[in-house]
């Protein structure tokens, strides 16, 4: 086992955990995982704690704003405490209506269901990238998101490893290469790697662990 791939083992091990989990998704291709999928990239995709973004995540969720019907018919004051409760407070008016405008949108385009903004797409990543923009509050780093996540069960978006991740790639002086780093992760599914790569991407102490326990 080489350096790079003694540097991955130990990234994988330590932190090879997706958001979604994080976020108590048990994700799925089906339409409610995939939609509370897509409410956690746009949150996460906010300049805040990825601890805070999850939180507010899995307080939609208990407040049962977790399918786009429900989203939409809740109202918005309710969808600000909700996110309040999470701790999501710097962003909660504007994401508040985002959520609610992106739930409408969702409804009437695609049917509530993100499988059909997949098909949408025929398999080509970048026509993925620019539907999932047409929902508010989805920017490109938040469809980044999405996708690094969603490859788990959409396996024609994989090997998905975007900025953000081949910078926590670059940080652990791994190649920036989607392909060579998906070759030296073996067979970690490319979300999971994802997700490590952009957990030492985000935090410096995990990088600095990694490259001290792989010596």
């Known amino acids: 086992m080489n350096r790079d791939e003694r540097v991955l083992r130990e990234l994988v091990s330590g932190y090879g955990r997706t958001f979604a989990e994080e976020a108590g998704i048990r994700l799925t291709d089906t339409p409610q995982p995939l939609y509370r999928l897509l409410v956690l990239s746009l949150l996460l995709s906010a300049r805040i704690r990825a601890s805070v973004a999850v939180a ?18 809740a109202g918005r004051q309710r969808r600000v405490d909700a996110l309040g409760r999470g701790g999501y407070r710097r962003y909660d008016e504007r994401t508040a209506t985002q959520l609610g405008d992106g739930a ?51 396996p024609d978006v994989a090997p998905y490893l975007d900025g953000k991740a081949l910078s926590g790639a670059g940080r652990l002086g791994l190649p920036e290469d989607p392909r060579k780093l998906t070759g030296l992760a073996g067979d970690t599914q490319p979300a999971v790697l994802a997700a490590a790569l952009v957990r030492a991407a985000l935090d410096k102490r995990v990088a600095e662990e990694c490259l001290r326990r792989a010596g």
Request: charged share 35%; proline share 4%.
């Open 56 to 73: 507010a995540a899995r307080a939609l969720h208990e407040e049962h704003l977790d399918s786009p019907r429900r989203m939409a018919e």
């Open 104 to 154: 409408e949108l969702l409804g009437r385009r695609w049917g509530g269901d993100l499988r059909r903004l997949h098909r949408e797409a025929e398999g080509d990543v970048g026509t993925l990238r620019k539907l999932l923009q047409e929902e508010p509050g989805i920017g490109p780093a938040g469809a980044g998101i999405f996708l690094r996540e969603a490859q788990r069960v959409w």
